[in-house]
């Protein structure tokens, strides 16, 4: 009997694919999906991350499905190496209803590869829970009309943060990060648009410049499409949270999503170019005495940073209106 409806079979084994890769091509089964996003995952990691040593990694963990691929692909990769170390971290942003679910889902995760798992907060950072900050946006921009107006600018400057305690806390020598090659090509098409060129090259991964007194980023996702890691989580059986933010929805990269996906679909192979553009950025600009970030310390609060107080405590005081 015909089916019902025409299900493209897999280029390698003629199985009912999930995904046609329009961008390659190919057509793929969750299956061989599966082993090339990890032989894709290997193949940037092993240029990213040289080990030479006993090595820790902190693999930054948000509840979501990317973080939750990564972590996933990491303990298949390297997990075995007597020298090396994974430890999950993630940072509770104080936001109700989205972050402690996803949060259990984190937990969950680490338990199911058995990976060790650390929190910390923003509270815990002596930052303000990002719902207070959403509460008071409007007092802090009365007070401080310079001030970011969107929620999520002063997040990610926090969660930085975060992240840097996490990675002081099991002194990790590198972090891994879930962005996947969307997300690398909305920042990457943020910060053209923007005629910032000097912080994409400051982008992770950061293995050719790596700041100073930071633990260097890697980003070993970044050449697989986000439905990609999703049909990845789903086939592996990954506990994730799939809820979005609700702060998301104003950010500048929310209307990028769209943007990258319609110039996707009219032109497969866009987010690849876009990366690639990016890394011909850098290979133009010479890596010696270029540093990913100039660093000193923040005469505040101690921590890495190019300037004399930290862009985390300039918001701090920002977002401290009472
Ligand atoms: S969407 Fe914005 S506010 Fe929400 S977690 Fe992300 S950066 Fe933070
Ligand atoms: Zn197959
Ligand atoms: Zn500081």
Known sequence: MAP????PACSVCRAPAVVSQAYSGQNLCAHHLDRSVRKK???ELRKQLTIDGPTTVLVAISGGK??????SMLVDLIGNRPDVRIVAGCVDEGIEGY????IEAAAQLCEMLDVEFITTSFAEQDFLAMDEVTASLDAILDKHPEA??????????FRRQGINALADMVEADVVALGHNLDDMAQTVL?????GEVERSRRLAPHTERPAEGLAPRIVPLRLIPEQEVHLVSMHRGLPIHNEVCPNAEGALRWRMR???ATLEEDRPGTRHGLVRTLDAIRAMTPAEGDAAEPVGACERCGSASSRAVCKACEMRDLVNIK
């Open 258 to 260: 769209d943007v990258v």
């Open 190 to 194: 943020m910060n053209l648009t923007a």
């Open 99 to 102: 972050r402690p679910p996803s």
């Open 4 to 7: 019902a409806f025409d299900v």
């Open 66 to 71: 990317d973080s939750a691929v990564l972590l």
């Open 41 to 43: 995952v290997g193949r």
């Open 148 to 157: 970011p107006r969107l929620p999520c600018s002063y997040c990610g400057v």
